[in-house]
């Protein structure tokens, strides 16, 4: 559901303090809701929402803030008679993942109109999340001069993560030293990949390789997914490709077991990596059983990713492969084929949701390597 406004750091940063206390889970179908939100259809939503605000309330303000309407989703919040920091940034966190500046720009108002429903650590990360996606970095650095409370370290990481991507590095390592030396905080494992993330793509494998290494052996911590999809980000854009696969092939062999201490689980970060990797060369087949590999764990590549690999496959005569990469998509996720995925039927030449001929296979079937042969 959210759109690609964030980092991989960011988002991560905004999964590990965004979570609601209490029932998080609507009995009602997301993509039904976002069916009536594109319909126009307001007052549907208020009437399949209104029997389960009472029970779920911070579920229903987040549903409605990730539909695009913060208004009615304020207007909710402002009808609960006790509301918590956890309805707040239910409303507020979701914006940030919008593609729509307007969105991501609101979260400052809607703090304003909201000043005595209580704030937490997750709340002032939001704000200065929101601050640096709208206006950067230097906008927000007024919420690290406040003493009481301090500063937590997801405030600090997201204006640093904010100056990394606005090319500003010697600025983001001044900073870090500031948390470091000044505040006394210890940079966590999402503080540590801020750094492999900008280094993945402005620097060279190797410093990400330290970056990995320091990050284990010097402080303790163990690399996570983000971590090595920063490894191998790195190797793509310098045509390493080879040892990219062979860092994805370690993450692949793990996956079965992702749920052991030592075991590490590709993601959709990792696929869309990989599979774009493999389609700048023109390696179609491998492109496709990768993007078959996470089909199976019922992940995907981004649209931008897929649609090259479709578009390629389709200019190399590959015309039936390509088709069954958008059937199997297609059957995987039939949700995400109610919006700009369609384009991929277009694409592969297959005539609106009619069922591909040359596709004989069941579900599991489509998510198994397949011949590039046409």
Known sequence: MAAAVLS?????????????????ELPVSFDHLRSLARAGRLTDIDAVLAPHVT????????????????????????????????????????????RHRRLVGLVPSLLEANP???????????????????SGAESAIHLLQRESPPPSIQVFT???NSYYKQRQPHRAEQLWSQMVDDRGIIPDVVAHN?????????????????????????ARLRPDIGSYNGLMRAMARHGRVDEMLEVYRSLEKGSAAAAGADKLAPDYATYTCVVAAL??????????????????????????????????LRDAGKRRAARRVVVGLRKKFPARFDGPWKELEELAGLPGK?????????DDEQAAPTTMSE
């Not at 029970?55 to 990730?66: D, E, P």
């Not at 590999?293 to 578009?311: F, W």
């Not at 009619?354 to 069941?362: G, I, L, S, T």
């Open 8 to 24: 991989a750091p960011g988002r991560l940063l905004m999964c590990t303090v965004t979570r609601p206390a209490g029932p998080t």
């Open 55 to 98: 029970s779920h309330s911070v579920a229903a303000i987040s549903t409605l803030s990730w539909l695009g309407l913060p208004d009615r989703a304020s207007a909710l919040l402002g009808t609960l008679p006790s509301p918590t920091a956890a309805h707040l940034n239910a409303l507020l966190a979701p914006l940030l993942r919008h």
């Open 116 to 134: 005595s429903v209580p704030r937490d650590a997750a709340t002032e990360t939001i704000h200065a999340k929101a601050l640096c996606i709208a």
């Open 158 to 160: 997201s204006i640093i």
């Open 194 to 218: 801020i750094r492999i993330t900008y280094k993945a793509t402005s620097g060279t494998v190797e410093e990400v390789k330290e970056l990995i290494r320091a990050m284990r052996e010097d």
């Open 279 to 312: 389609c700048k060369p023109g390696r179609w087949s491998e492109a496709v059983d990768v993007l078959y590999e996470a089909m199976k764990r019922s992940q995907a590549a981004d649209l931008g990713t897929v649609r090259t690999l479709v578009r390629g």
């Open 354 to 362: 009619e069922q591909d001929n040359d596709v004989e296979r069941d």
